[in-house]
């Protein structure tokens, strides 16, 4: 029976992704299953494109990486030792996991049974096989640090609590359990919540986990907060706003009162939109987008081609609307874009182009890759999206103007034919044929 993994992805852009982050592929698990489904729901949103799901795949395996063992550096300078990175999946943050966390420290679990078989033997990490049921778990072990990400973001109340009171209860004194949530702001519009802070719906990406128990969550901090102080008084938390790839909320809790968390100084990913990308003339590119940090300062955007920097654009364009986005006056300035030159003789179908953004410590975060020709097209499609949707807006405003016209209109006569019908009205038209018919008017 062959395997259900790929024992040598050679995608050129997750080799690109590895290159801009300093990887040897030798020195990193490449295979991925191919029933995971995280790999399938990004290669749906991105029309079937197994490159380009793989370097989302992997760009943010390793950013939710780095954002976990931001904590665990802070918490445990000396090193940790058993860790848990409960519901992993097949291992897309665990393979980044293993290069800081010796994998005979390392524990994974999951309810997919061939995720944990797979992280056990590509990884050599301990595994175990979860349960549906918090009450029907058996890890035999506590630890030093419970790593969990995107499972309190599809859990019902009853068991986002249920699953918080098992987990801090498998912590060892002075442990740290991190875990990740959805703030009800990234709703639009945001629906009223329940009077306990937690929203929750039956819909999810997973296509095998009954939507009932795995769908989709939001809950805000005084949720989290006081379910905290229920299940167990004496755990400090801290919440990181957007720490996970911009968009999960991260909570730290730590089993130790009044813990300082001042120390805990997180660095995110850059918020990035890459706007616009055009043929500008022969052999030249126009870009255009815009860059902001949450925790930091985006100093400029860079274009790689094959490893060799192309362009580096300044991050100083005013964009007031960006500031508005993500409220904060200081990212007014935001914008980035130019004009430049391609080499001539390259390849638009297979050089790879990689744009990343240099932060304010001079770190690079590459955000994204492709062909120019991918490049290109994906910005037309982009382009194409914006004008049916301003398009489908200024439809839906001119029906709503219409309608105002019509009811107006309508106001307008039924007031007429009112006028018409009164007292008055027949007076008056009485009036006026006694005048026409005694010759005291000239009116036709």
Known sequence: MSPAWRSDETSPYVRAFLAERGLEPSGLELAVDDRDEMLGFLADGLDGDRDKALF??????????????????????????????????????????????????????????????FQVERFGVHGRVSTVRPEDLDLGETFDA?????LFTHLPEERFLAWLRVLLGRLNPGGVLVFSTHDPSLLTP?????????????????????????GSTWVNEAFVRGAVARLAPRVSVHRVERGLCNYQDHYVAVAEPDVDF???????????????????????????????????EARAVEVVLDGQVLAELPVVHPRPDVAAM?????????????????????????????????????????????????????????????????????????AEVQARADAETGGLRARIAAMESSSFWKMRNAWF????????????
Not at 146 to 150: D, H, N
Not at 369 to 397: H, Q, W, Y
């Open 146 to 150: 419970i790593l969990v990400t995107s």
């Open 56 to 117: 989302a795949y992997f760009r943010s395996g390793h950013s939710i990486a780095d954002a976990l063992l931001q904590v665990l550096r802070w918490r445990f300078p000396q090193g940790v030792g058993k860790v848990l990175d409960f519901a992993s999946g097949y291992g897309r943050i665990t393979r980044f996991l293993v290069r800081e966390i010796p994998p005979e420290r390392l524990w994974v679990a999951d309810v997919y049974e061939g995720g944990v078989r």
């Open 262 to 296: 001042s120390g805990l100084r997180y660095a995110g990913e850059p918020v990035f939109s890459l706007e616009d990308c055009r043929a500008a003339g022969r052999d030249r590119l126009l870009m255009t987008g815009w860059a902001a940090m949450r925790s930091g």
């Open 433 to 444: 044929r006694f005048k026409r018919g005694v010759g005291l008017t000239r009116e036709d």
């Open 190 to 214: 945001c629906p009223p919540l329940p009077a306990s802070g937690l929203l929750f719906q039956e819909v999810s990406e997973s296509g095998s986990l009954d939507t009932s128990d795995y």
């Open 326 to 398: 993500l409220g904060e006056t200081r990212h007014l300035h935001s914008g980035w874009g130019d004009v430049f030159t391609l080499p001539p003789g390259m390849s638009r179908g297979s050089s790879v182009l990689v744009v990343r953004v240099r932060d304010g410590e001079g770190a690079s975060h590459p955000m994204r890759a492709g062909s120019v020709e991918a490049l290109l097209l994906d910005s037309t499609r982009n382009l194409a999206a914006v004008l049916r949707r301003d398009l489908r807006a200024a439809r839906e405003r001119l």
